[in-house]
């Protein structure tokens, strides 16, 4: 052992009896093990915790990297029992998954399935909000007491919360306290500002490199039941294609019929036939009806625009390269799936 590693060591050892000591929680112990790390830069250092269910009790382990393996290092008080000591195959029994080491506990999975349900994979949300935690903690990100604030200015607004009395009604409503939402905003002004971070510097020649995906054609479109119908009306609109407002107009009034009349759509969000279609009729002319979820769309296309970077495309190519930053992650990951029983089994990040 070097004496670079014996020191980095002895130092983490120092800390987890303090940690002990003190007893912190894991939220107190980040800004000292950040600390550690950075005094050692040489040695690669993680650390661990589990949370007792019944006594609430902490165990934490620092794992430092030698040069032909990993330290495990703990610390135990006499009163409790070692690691080891409580079973290999024991699982808390609020562990979901471990991403890279790191625990996610159902009390998160339930914070967070408000975002969740429209993601395609709840598995694939689940470790995304781990990675994103994890390089938040890791890299040092702050928020600061005036963008939490702003956070909550934002929230109230957005729920229509304008006095204390609706503030809190709203947080007896939904089983929270002052300290959870404050908590909540605070993880959503991280989340955001790693996204920014992620992509700084990038987004424009991201752009230029994929510019034609940012094209975009403004349309009005009319959805109907039927392949059939679909057809009967384009061939009635075709040589009359200003009176695709009068047919929409009878339809809606009729017929009841749903959906956004005008909308402006990018290229890079179109199946490949799709666009080609739209972006090769000529404004003010029908395209020929699409399959549209459970029937068809009828489109006659306004106007083309050519790809503009500003802010709103800045923050569409911002959210690409979030989630290109998060699918190397996932692929890079180590993921253990719990489900419920005190087995572990592995489960390839890719397959999500």
Known sequence: MTESLSEAVRDALAV???????????????????????????????????QETYGGTVHYDILVAGEAGTYSLSYCADEEIPWPARGLQRV???LVLRVNDDPVFITQVITSLDHAWSTLHLGRHLINMSLIDQEIRDSGLV??????????????????????????????????????????????????KLRRK???????????????????????????????????LYERLIETPERFLEVAQVDFLERGGSG?????????????????????????????PVPSGKGYELVRVLRFLPARFDEATREQVRDVLFEEWLTEGRRRARVEWFWGAAEAAELPATSL
């Open 92 to 94: 808390n029994e609020s």
């Open 260 to 288: 956004e009349l005008f909308a402006t759509l990018r290229r890079g969000e179109l199946e490949p036939e799709q666009a080609e279609r739209l972006f090769s009729t000529e404004p003010g002319r029908l395209s020929e």
């Open 198 to 232: 992620v992509a700084a510097g990038r987004e424009e020649d991201w752009f230029q490199r994929h510019r034609a995906d940012f094209e975009r054609v403004q349309v009005a479109r009319l959805r109907v039941s039927d392949r059939d119908e679909a057809w009967r």
């Open 16 to 50: 987890l009896t303090k940690w002990r000591e003190q007893r912190l929680p894991p939220e107190e112990t980040q800004e000292s093990f950040q600390a550690l790390k950075a005094r050692y830069p040489a040695h690669w250092m993680n650390m661990v915790w589990e």
């Open 143 to 192: 928020v600061t007491d005036e963008e939490l604030a702003g956070a909550l200015l934002d929230f109230r607004r957005k729920r229509r919360l304008f006095s204390v009395e609706q503030v809190e009604h709203w947080m007896a409503e939904h089983g929270t306290t002052q300290v959870q939402l404050e908590q909540h905003l605070r993880e959503d002004v991280a989340r955001e």
